[in-house]
């Protein structure tokens, strides 16, 4: 992501209902050395939100978390894409509730995966879960990235 990209990405954001500090701060612990200042844009979800800010063209609508969820939603004419991403404390599950991207077949959520999986690694989360899935194409993305499918359950996941 370019420089110029992520300054759009900051603007946009602020420009929103924005509590995303204060509420990720509360669920994780700090940083390694020197990532301590908790007033600072948590980098997780400043990737995240540019996932979905460069799938719209930049043009968010929604960026805010609400306890433990995180909430990202943007349009580019008539399409929107969306995601809903709850999180909790250090040993638990990042689980993909909603996700929907304009532009599919791009690597989108691999990407995403990508960072969710850097997330889980460095937070010590036990597992990422993406749940309801409903689609084909979906599911065959599960089991190509090595998610294992719940009993009884359309939800797929990956410790």
Known sequence: MSEKEQDIIVEKVNGLQNNLQDNFW?????????????????????QIIGILAEDCDYNLYACYSDGSRLFV??????????????YGRVGS??????VEFINRRQGKMTELLRILKAIQKRYGIE??????VLTD????WCKKNGFKKEEDSRNYYIR
Do not use: C, H, W
């Not at 939603?73 to 709850?86: A, F, H, P, S, V």
């Not at 599950?93 to 909603?98: E, H, I, M, Q």
């Not at 194409?137 to 065959?140: A, D, P």
């Open 26 to 46: 509360s669920y994780f612990e700090e940083g390694e050395e020197g990532e301590s200042d908790k007033k600072e844009f948590p980098t997780p979800f400043f």
């Open 73 to 86: 939603k943007g349009n580019r004419g008539d399409e929107q894409n969306e995601l809903m991403l709850r």
């Open 93 to 98: 599950s990042l689980v993909v509730a909603r």
């Open 127 to 132: 597992e990422i879960k993406i749940e309801s």
């Open 137 to 140: 194409e979906m599911k065959q």
